[in-house]
């Protein structure tokens, strides 16, 4: 093998990185070009950085569009479905209630015994027999917001004639417990309530 150049790979691994003059200047440029080649060959074309760039902007925007669907949709305070047994405000068995404790009907604006003397519509009149909380009396006619069959979420009917607690928001009768057929010792907690 005599006459034949040494391989610069060869030579660089032996060489000692404090004397570079050992390699030829020739296999040094050599060296250089392969280090540059393989260092340009690892970062990407304009064409795959275009790519991975839509690619990335096209998950952002799926996330953003995720992220407002969700803060649109979720619900803005704790209160009960509007619309006790369906209806346009989607009430009914999907609809969100909150739980009924005697701490949550505190904070209602009113409750009283009252028995129905009148339905009309989503009208429901009642005759007030106690009041626990606010200043209901007489005669009073608050919503129901079901217009197809006057009944509360949780299966109570608002009929003429029979003897209900009764609570709710801004003149409007709420469901999921918060109105239901009259118990004396139920009757005796709300008024603990007040």
Do not use: H, K
Request: with cysteine.
């Amino acid at each position: 093998m005599t006459g034949q150049t040494p391989d610069p790979f060869d030579q660089l691994r032996a060489a000692d990185p404090m004397r570079g003059s050992e390699l030829a200047s020739d296999s040094q440029a050599r060296v250089w070009a392969r280090v540059q080649e393989v260092t340009f060959m690892a970062t990407t074309s304009p064409t795959e950085e275009r790519r991975r760039n839509w690619v990335v902007g096209i998950g952002a925007a799926a996330i953003a569009a995720f992220m407002l669907v969700a803060f649109v949709r979720a619900p803005s305070s704790q209160t009960p479905s509007q619309d006790p047994v369906g209806g346009a405000a989607g009430g009914g068995a999907a609809g969100m209630c909150l739980a009924f404790s005697l701490d949550e009907l505190a904070a209602r604006d009113f409750a009283f015994d009252g028995t129905v003397t009148a339905v009309e519509g989503d009208q429901v009149t009642f005759t007030v027999n106690e009041s626990f909380i606010g200043d209901a009396s007489g005669s009073v006619t608050l919503t129901a917001p079901d217009t197809s069959q006057t009944s509360l979420e949780g299966g109570v009917p608002l009929e003429v004639g029979e003897r209900y607690l009764v609570s709710g928001d801004d003149g409007i009768v709420w469901g999921c417990g918060f109105t239901q057929a009259y118990d004396e010792s139920t009757a005796a907690e709300w008024a603990s309530a007040g």
